[in-house]
């Protein structure tokens, strides 16, 4: 029974299982789908405990890292992402795919990778909170100016970034004041994880189909999953070592230049668009369970 409780509790295993489930067992996607959006505000909520309210006390402390952090996120992955997938995906809903994980913030899960990774909590807590206060205004403007949301209810995507994004980070800092965070802490981990299973399983469940009986036409968009996370974190590293950047720092600097927040990406495209918009985040995802054990994996050799 221990033995069951302990992969119940493992995140590789929870991941593994959704993608497994996904492609196996896609019978209840359809009506996980619905469940996609609380799922989400859940996780997003609980994550963002993880970002003390402190960090605005030093204007000066926090504005440098957090600029970075929008720079590493938006500047050079999100503009990397829309040119590969201008040049190699010709199909519109997988395009529009990757333009909405453009647009999105870094994972939140960022944050506890960096600490696992002896990176900079500084720069990894500044540029976190700086992308996301900086998405409010990136996703609605790379939104209109790339996806042409005018064809879109324009309040449905206000309200799902008020319900994604500023809801939780208010909510979570309203359990950090009182403080309930530690009555919580001993099964978020546990519930953001299973919150991902719902949202992965639904992402691969819906696309199944495709997934299953067209994997060659998946070819350009798994490439670009590779190139930007392994390739691209490769030459973050090699161009911090040539400037000599402090290790921990570049450590940070890298995962925001890599990481995305790829559950909101499919959740804001399972909700705007079509469900085959949302298939580029859930092949991302699965490259970026891959690209953080391969980071582990690598510090514990150096």
């Known amino acids: ?8 509790r493992n995140r590789n295993v929870i991941f593994l299982s959704a993608v497994t489930c996904g492609l196996f067992i896609p019978h209840a996607a ?11 505000a859940l996780i997003m909520t609980l994550s963002s405990l993880e970002i003390p309210t ?3 006390r030093s204007v000066r402390s926090f504005f440098a ?5 929008i720079v590493m996120s938006y500047v050079i992955l999100g503009n990397l992402i829309i040119g590969m997938s201008t040049y190699f995906i010709h199909e519109e809903p997988l395009w529009t795919g990757f333009v909405i994980i453009a647009a999105v913030p870094p994972a939140v899960a960022v944050i506890p990778i960096a600490r696992s990774l002896k990176g900079s909590e500084t720069y ?20 209109f100016g790339l996806l042409e949301l005018h064809y879109v209810n324009v309040p449905k995507i206000i309200t799902l970034i008020v319900i994604l994004i500023v809801i939780p980070y208010i909510v979570s ?9 530690e009555k919580i802490k001993p099964v978020k981990g546990l519930l953001i994880d299973w919150g991902y299973f719902l949202v992965v399983y639904s992402l691969v469940g819906l ?23 392994f390739l691209l974190g490769f030459f973050i590293q090699w161009i911090g070592a040539l400037f000599r950047l402090n290790k921990e720092n570049l450590i940070s600097l890298t995962l925001l230049g890599t990481l995305k927040n790829y559950g909101l990406a499919g959740g804001l495209a399972l ?18 369970f891959v690209y953080t054990i391969w980071l582990n994996l690598k510090s514990r050799l150096v």
Do not use: C
């Not at 909700?271 to 092949?283: C, G, M, N, Q, R």
């Open 207 to 229: 696309n199944q189909e495709t997934i299953m009986a067209h994997p060659s036409s998946l070819m350009p968009v798994a490439f670009i999953a590779f190139a930007s996370t």
């Open 271 to 288: 909700f705007l668009f079509a469900k085959e918009t949302a298939l580029p985040a859930a092949v991302v995802t699965f490259f970026m």
């Open 1 to 8: 029974m221990t033995k069951i409780q302990d992969y119940l």
């Open 173 to 181: 800092r309203m359990l950090l004041r009182k403080k309930w965070s």
């Open 65 to 69: 890292p957090a600029f970075l952090g």
């Open 30 to 40: 359809p009506l996980t789908k619905h469940l996609v959006l609380p799922a989400l």
């Open 54 to 56: 402190n960090i605005y």
């Open 124 to 143: 990894v807590l500044a540029g976190v909170t700086g992308s996301y206060i900086g998405a409010l205004i990136v996703i609605p403007m790379i939104g």
